[in-house]
T-cell receptor
Framework: GAVVSQHPSWVICKSGTSVKIECRSL??????MFWYRQFPKQSLMLMAT?????????EQGVEKDKFLINHASLTLSTLTVTSAHPEDSSFYIC??????????FGPGTRLTVT | GENVEQHPSTLSVQEGDSAVIKCTYS??????FPWYKQELGKRPQLIID?????GEKKDQRIAVTLNKTAKHFSLHITETQPEDSAVYFC??????????FGTGTSLTVIP
């Protein structure tokens, strides 16, 4: 299967700071990347869908000014959590897809805001 | 938007028995239904999927059925093994654009 990486795998930051998470498709060109949030023992909640070269589409209830998504190339999408607060602490997972290629998930990033 | 419900939330079976997990969806436009297995601390992995033009699909011990009229689909695992223990998620999508996940089923296979 295709390989999707995420960096960092875990990060601890202070309240009020911003954190950037990178999602890379290593062996295929991803026209679409998805960002999810997963709380402990809960399901994956779709936050936004990003297509290369265009603005991300955010799900209802997700603050676009707080969760900045950039999909600058066919292999890289970034999620920036701005002015992070403790309630933003969560497991963030990206996935990458292309027409005819199933969705492949990254390993996730554990964010802890102190 | 799409709303996917999944039952049961937890399921325990004896090794060798079958396990069935059921999902319903709300948007009749959804036409792709994947199932994912997530082991503790790991990423979700696709185990089987079905498209709306097919009623059933099987891959060794795993099968998925789809009832478009009733808008529900099910995962069937036969001859369960301890390594099948994990959290299983169903999802619904329209042509691979936006995936909406069920709430997950924690499956425990008792040796």
């Amino acid at each position: 299967g295709a390989v999707v990486s995420q960096h960092p795998s875990w990060v601890i930051c202070k309240s009020g700071t911003s954190v950037k998470i990178e999602c890379r498709s290593l062996d295929f060109q991803a026209t679409t990347m998805f960002w999810y949030r997963q709380f402990p023992k809960q399901s994956l909640m779709l936050m936004a869908t990003s297509n290369e070269g265009s603005k991300a589409t955010y799900e209802q209830g997700v603050e676009k000014d707080k969760f900045l998504i950039n999909h600058a190339s066919l292999t890289l999408s970034t999620l920036t959590v701005t002015s992070a607060h403790p309630e933003d602490s969560s497991f963030y997972i990206c996935s990458a897809a292309s027409p005819g290629i199933e969705q492949y998930f990254g390993p996730g990033t554990r964010l802890t805001v102190t | 938007g799409e709303n996917v419900e999944q039952h049961p939330s937890t399921l325990s079976v004896q090794e060798g028995d079958s396990a069935v997990i059921k999902c319903t969806y709300s948007d009749s436009a959804s036409n792709y239904f994947p199932w994912y297995k997530q082991e503790l601390g790991k990423r979700p992995q696709l185990i089987i999927d079905i498209r709306s033009n097919v009623g059933e699909k099987k891959d060794q011990r795993i099968a998925v059925t789809l009832n478009k009229t009733a808008k529900h689909f099910s995962l069937h695992i036969t001859e369960t093994q301890p390594e099948d223990s994990a959290v299983y998620f169903c999802a619904a999508s329209f042509t691979g654009n936006q995936f909406y996940f069920g709430t997950g089923t924690s499956l425990t296979v008792i040796p």
